[in-house]
């Protein structure tokens, strides 16, 4: 009898589990830059492809987090709340030479919604490794001890150029640049050598991904029809509602002065809470997100509770809802969810009410 008692508890306990929020896995960088170049890894820029051409980790590859995101010239999502149908997914994913067994790395400059909006994508369609690279490209640049060498050369040529213009001695402004020359040719060997590189992306053979329907997860990510019930519940309830919506997006898109071309009306979910994506990543220190004590802050000035179903949104879903949710995550809160469709599917959406 204690035997199956015991049973029965612990199987509640695991389904229970299941339904908690794990929180997301981050990386520091002088973790990461240990891994670059090892095949178990692949890391996946999520900025879009003139960032990426600027500068990217050494055989990294490209996937802008907002072309993730696919919906018809009405906003709708053929396979919602999934970004893109299996099929398409799997066969885009192939084409990066991405394999099941390996640990993805997610990472953008350094601010964080494109590298959750990766990450976002890859966990809905069940992939089991996913990391976000806390910090980013920039984080990468700090720890890389070649690219430290190159940024002290360059701040040395730079200094020696103020003194060549403010030299008037033409012996020494001689020796000066050549001194300078010197320098740049230093630095131009050295970028040859650096994990860190502009240009086009790495090209990886295409692999055989596969995406199982039976590990496909839906558990963080909600279409147009679930968001609009909570919206209907918080236009009723108020405060009360068991229902939070987010909106992460600047004040110009909220207010409908900032409206894409591709969306029908401008403004925002009414009722929802404005919690701008700005505060919830460390400018001074270049990581994608602040401590978990200063955006426990941020949440709770704005009346967000941790017994609420909460939803996100931003333009697409991949990108600033994503880096709402992963905070939330983070956090402890259980019941969070990335609307997909985001501003894209609502404000194409005539039947569904609108603020600005």
């Keep these: 009898m204690r035997r199956v008692k015991s049973t029965v508890l612990l199987s509640s306990l695991l389904v229970a589990t299941s339904l908690w929020a794990a929180p997301v896995q981050l990386i520091e960088p002088a973790e990461a830059v240990k891994l670059i170049g090892n095949k178990n890894y692949i890391f996946v820029s999520g900025d879009d492809e003139d960032a990426y051409a600027n500068g990217h980790i050494k055989g990294s590859v490209s996937m802008g987090a907002h072309h993730l995101h696919h919906s018809d010239k009405m906003g709708n999502m053929k396979c919602a709340p999934l970004y893109q149908c299996p099929k398409e997914a799997q066969e885009y994913i192939r084409s990066k030479g991405i394999r099941n067994d390996q640990t993805i790395i997610a990472y953008d400059n350094y601010r964080g919604p494109n590298a959750t909006g990766?990450?976002?994508?890859?966990?809905?369609?069940?992939?089991?490794?996913?990391?976000?690279?806390?910090?980013?490209?920039?984080?990468?640049k700090l720890v890389d001890p070649v690219q430290v060498k190159i940024e002290t050369l360059k701040k040395q040529r730079k200094a020696l150029k103020k003194t060549i213009k403010a030299t008037k001695d033409a012996a020494q402004v001689a020796?000066?640049?050549?001194?300078?020359?010197?320098?740049?040719?230093?630095?131009?060997?050295?970028?040859?050598?650096?994990?860190?590189?502009?240009?086009?992306?790495?090209?990886?053979?295409?692999?055989?991904?596969?995406?199982?329907?039976?590990?496909?997860?839906?558990?963080?990510?909600?279409?147009?029809?679930?968001?609009?019930?909570?919206?209907?519940?918080?236009?009723?309830?108020?405060?009360?509602?068991?229902?939070?919506?987010?909106?992460?997006?600047?004040?110009?898109?909220?207010?409908?002065?900032?409206?894409?071309?591709?969306?029908?009306?401008?403004?925002?979910?009414?009722?929802?809470?404005?919690?701008?994506?700005?505060?919830?990543?460390?400018?001074?220190?270049?990581?994608s997100f602040k401590s978990n004590a200063e955006m426990q802050k941020v949440f709770d000035k704005n009346g967000i509770r941790k017994d609420q179903t909460i939803y996100a949104?931003?333009?697409?879903?991949?990108?600033?809802?994503?880096?709402?949710?992963?905070?939330?995550?983070?956090?402890?809160?259980?019941?969070?969810?990335?609307?997909?469709?985001?501003?894209?599917?609502?404000?194409?959406?005539?039947?569904?009410?609108?603020?600005?």
Aim: aromatic share 8%; net charge positive; charged share 30%.
């Design 118 to 140: 990766v990450h976002s994508f890859f966990e809905s369609y069940g992939h089991k490794n996913i990391k976000i690279l806390n910090g980013g490209y920039e984080g990468i």
């Design 175 to 287: 020796k000066l640049k050549a001194n300078e020359e010197a320098i740049k040719a230093q630095v131009a060997k050295l970028e040859t050598t650096t994990i860190m590189q502009p240009g086009e992306e790495t090209k990886h053979a295409a692999s055989n991904y596969v995406i199982d329907p039976k590990n496909i997860d839906k558990k963080y990510i909600a279409e147009k029809k679930e968001v609009a019930k909570a919206q209907a519940d918080i236009a009723k309830n108020g405060a009360k509602s068991k229902f939070v919506i987010i909106d992460s997006r600047g004040m110009t898109e909220i207010i409908g002065e900032d409206k894409k071309d591709n969306v029908a009306r401008g403004g925002h979910i009414p009722g929802a809470k404005f919690i701008e994506w700005k505060n919830l990543y460390d400018e001074d220190n270049k990581k």
């Design 313 to 356: 949104y931003c333009q697409v879903g991949t990108g600033r809802s994503s880096h709402a949710i992963t905070a939330l995550r983070n956090l402890g809160y259980q019941n969070v969810k990335v609307f997909t469709g985001s501003w894209d599917a609502w404000g194409n959406d005539m039947n569904l009410p609108v603020r600005r």
